[in-house]
C-alpha cells in the first residue's frame, strides 16, 4: 500500500472520528489530506522512501488566527499527537516540537508561502517565471481527503497549472537551448575533441527537452530525481524517457557521438510536432531554435513575450 493510501486509511478509521467528535465546530473551517514535500505524496514511494521523512500521519490544514486561534490550533494539534503511534506496522513521527513538521495542524497561509511565496497563492507573472516547477507541483500533488471551508481546494485549483503566457515563454527557453546544446554545439565539442563539454551539452539538451515535454503536457516538473519516472507516465511524449536517458549516459566515443546526435535531432522532431499540432509554433523547418522564436511570438502579453527568451530557463 502506498503511503497516501495508508494516511488516508489512518484518517479514516482515527482522525476523521477524533475530529467529529471531539472539534465538531470547525468541520466548516478545515481541509485535512497529505500534500508537500515527499515521495509519497506524489506516489512515488517504495520501500527505500521509508528509510527517511516517512509518516502515515495526515495534514490538517487550518485557516488564519483570526478564525482558528492558536489555542484551538494547540488543542487540535494535542488531540492528533495521541491518536495511535503506530499503525498497519508502521510508526509516525513525531511531531517538530517547533514547527517544520510534514505532518499535523498546518496553517492554509503558512503551506502556500511556503510552496509560492504568496499566502493565498497570488502569483504575478515574475512570480510564474521565477518559482521553482517543483514547487509549485508540491502544492498541488497529494489527496485532498475532507475539505469543509473550500478555500484550501480553491487555493489548489487555481495552481493547477501556468498560464498560458508562462508556457509559452517557457517553452521558447527550452527548444531555444535545444537548438543550442544538442543541435548545434554537441557536433562542434565533439568535432574538437571536447569530449566533457559535449556531454555537458548534452545533459543541457536532455534537461530542456525533458522540462518541453512537461511543458506539452501542462504538468509541473517535480523533483529531478523523479523526472524521468513521471516522464513515463505522461499521456504525451512519454516514450522519450529511454532516447533521453542514453544521451546522458553513455560515452562519446567515435561511433557512440553520431548515434547521439541522430536520437537528439528525432527528440527534437518530437517535441516540434507535438509544439505545432498544439499550435504554439508555425515555422516549418527542423530548427529548435526557429521553434523557440515561433512560440515566443504567439505570446499575448508584450511584457512577457519581449522578456529575454531565456528568461524562465
Same mark, same amino acid.
Given at each position: 500500500?502506498?503511503?497516501?493510501?495508508?494516511?488516508?486509511?489512518?484518517?479514516?478509521?482515527?482522525?476523521?472520528?477524533?475530529?467529529?467528535?471531539?472539534?465538531?465546530?470547525?468541520?466548516?473551517?478545515?481541509?485535512?489530506?497529505?500534500?508537500?514535500?515527499?515521495?509519497?505524496?506524489?506516489?512515488?514511494?517504495?520501500?527505500?522512501?521509508?528509510?527517511?521523512?516517512?509518516?502515515?500521519?495526515?495534514?490538517?490544514?487550518?485557516?488564519?488566527?483570526?478564525?482558528?486561534?492558536?489555542?484551538?490550533?494547540?488543542?487540535?494539534?494535542?488531540?492528533?499527537?495521541?491518536?495511535?503511534?503506530?499503525?498497519?506496522?508502521?510508526?509516525?513521527?513525531?511531531?517538530?516540537?517547533?514547527?517544520?513538521?510534514?505532518?499535523?495542524?498546518?496553517?492554509?497561509?503558512?503551506?502556500?508561502?511556503?510552496?509560492?511565496?504568496?499566502?493565498?497563492?497570488?502569483?504575478?507573472?515574475?512570480?510564474?517565471?521565477?518559482?521553482?516547477?517543483? @514547487?509549485? %507541483? &508540491? $502544492?498541488?500533488?497529494?489527496?485532498?481527503?475532507?475539505? #469543509?471551508?473550500?478555500?484550501?481546494?480553491? +487555493? /489548489?485549483?487555481?495552481?493547477?497549472?501556468?498560464?498560458?503566457?508562462?508556457?509559452?515563454?517557457?517553452?521558447?527557453?527550452?527548444?531555444?537551448?535545444?537548438?543550442?546544446?544538442?543541435?548545434?554545439?554537441?557536433?562542434?565539442?565533439?568535432?574538437?575533441?571536447?569530449?566533457?563539454?559535449?556531454?555537458?551539452?548534452?545533459?543541457?539538451?536532455?534537461?530542456?527537452?525533458?522540462?518541453?515535454?512537461?511543458?506539452?503536457?501542462?504538468?509541473?516538473?517535480?523533483?529531478?530525481?523523479?523526472?524521468?519516472?513521471?516522464?513515463?507516465?505522461?499521456?504525451?511524449?512519454?516514450?522519450?524517457?529511454?532516447?533521453?536517458?542514453?544521451?546522458?549516459?553513455?560515452?562519446?566515443?567515435?561511433?557512440?557521438?553520431?548515434?547521439?546526435?541522430?536520437?537528439?535531432?528525432?527528440?527534437?522532431?518530437?517535441?516540434?510536432?507535438?509544439?505545432?499540432?498544439?499550435?504554439?509554433?508555425?515555422? @516549418?523547418? %527542423? &530548427? $529548435?531554435?526557429?521553434?523557440?522564436?515561433?512560440?515566443? #511570438?504567439?505570446?499575448?502579453?508584450?511584457? +512577457? /513575450?519581449?522578456?529575454?527568451?531565456?528568461?524562465?530557463?
Amino acid at each position: 500500500m502506498k503511503g497516501i493510501e495508508l494516511s488516508e486509511a489512518f484518517y479514516r478509521e482515527f482522525g476523521e472520528p477524533m475530529i467529529r467528535d471531539c472539534f465538531p465546530e470547525l468541520l466548516g473551517l478545515i481541509a485535512v489530506g497529505v500534500a508537500g514535500s515527499g515521495s509519497e505524496c506524489f506516489g512515488y514511494d517504495d520501500e527505500l522512501s521509508q528509510d527517511h521523512d516517512f509518516d502515515i500521519g495526515f495534514c490538517i490544514f487550518i485557516p488564519d488566527e483570526n478564525v482558528i486561534d492558536s489555542r484551538g490550533a494547540f488543542a487540535l494539534e494535542r488531540a492528533y499527537s495521541k491518536l495511535p503511534r503506530s499503525f498497519r506496522g508502521f510508526e509516525r513521527s513525531l511531531l517538530a516540537p517547533v514547527g517544520g513538521s510534514r505532518r499535523g495542524v498546518i496553517r492554509m497561509s503558512d503551506f502556500f508561502k511556503s510552496k509560492t511565496g504568496d499566502p493565498e497563492g497570488e502569483l504575478s507573472p515574475t512570480d510564474w517565471l521565477m518559482l521553482p516547477e517543483q @514547487s509549485l %507541483a &508540491e $502544492a498541488v500533488n497529494g489527496k485532498v481527503f475532507f475539505d #469543509g471551508l473550500g478555500k484550501f481546494t480553491e +487555493i /489548489r485549483e487555481k495552481l493547477s497549472y501556468m498560464p498560458e503566457d508562462i508556457r509559452r515563454k517557457k517553452l521558447a527557453g527550452e527548444l531555444l537551448v535545444m537548438g543550442q546544446s544538442g543541435q548545434y554545439n554537441y557536433g562542434r565539442c565533439i568535432a574538437r575533441g571536447e569530449t566533457a563539454a559535449a556531454q555537458l551539452a548534452m545533459c543541457d539538451f536532455a534537461r530542456s527537452a525533458l522540462h518541453a515535454a512537461f511543458l506539452l503536457n501542462k504538468q509541473y516538473m517535480p523533483y529531478y530525481k523523479w523526472s524521468f519516472r513521471a516522464l513515463r507516465e505522461l499521456p504525451l511524449l512519454s516514450k522519450l524517457h529511454e532516447p533521453l536517458e542514453y544521451l546522458i549516459s553513455s560515452a562519446n566515443r567515435e561511433g557512440k557521438s553520431e548515434r547521439k546526435i541522430r536520437i537528439a535531432e528525432q527528440i527534437c522532431a518530437d517535441i516540434i510536432s507535438e509544439a505545432r499540432g498544439q499550435g504554439l509554433s508555425d515555422y @516549418s523547418g %527542423a &530548427e $529548435a531554435e526557429g521553434h523557440a522564436y515561433s512560440v515566443n #511570438g504567439g505570446i499575448s502579453s508584450p511584457d +512577457i /513575450r519581449n522578456l529575454h527568451i531565456l528568461c524562465a530557463v
